[in-house]
């Protein structure tokens, strides 16, 4: 069973990057779809990008499509999420979660990263908070 764990949070001033990164143990990460979600003061978790075990396909939601690249290191085992232009309403705690594909095999990687409840393995989140 894979297990991970997120790192690369912090506080950083609008219009700065940051990179999180997902590390796994316990398995090869390349198995799983991967996700990154966040979720907001006083509101639910969202998605916010995905990458597709076999391919490599990624997918974003509107609010971070062109400011944030999700991405995998086969060899550190490790999926990253390159945040660029953060503004105050990127401010949330980021999680990652993986996705070994038995609920979702032939799905789309949108739908398969819109629905949480296939993401069977979290991570404990990171803390990114934006503000100048």
């Known amino acids: 069973q894979v297990q991970l764990v997120e790192s690369g949070g912090g506080s950083v001033q609008p219009g700065n990057s940051l990179t999180l990164s997902c590390a796994a143990s316990?398995?090869?990460?390349?198995?799983?779809?991967i996700g990154w979600f966040r979720q907001k003061p006083g509101k639910e978790r969202e998605e916010i990008a995905c990458?597709?075990?076999?391919?490599?396909?990624?997918y974003y939601t509107d609010s971070v499509k062109g400011r944030f690249t999700i991405s995998r290191d086969s060899a550190k085992n490790t999926v990253y999420l390159q945040m660029a232009s953060l503004q105050p309403e990127d401010t949330a705690v980021y999680f990652c979660?993986?996705?070994?594909?038995?609920?979702?095999?032939?799905?789309?990687?949108?739908?398969?990263?819109?629905?949480?409840?296939?993401?069977?393995?979290w991570g404990q989140g990171t803390q990114v908070t934006v503000s100048s």
């Open positions: 990458i597709e075990r076999s391919l490599d396909t990624t």
């Open positions: 979660a993986a996705d070994d594909g038995v609920q979702s095999r032939y799905v789309p990687l949108p739908d398969i990263c819109e629905t949480q409840a296939v993401f069977r393995t």
């Open positions: 316990g398995d090869n990460l390349g198995y799983y779809n």
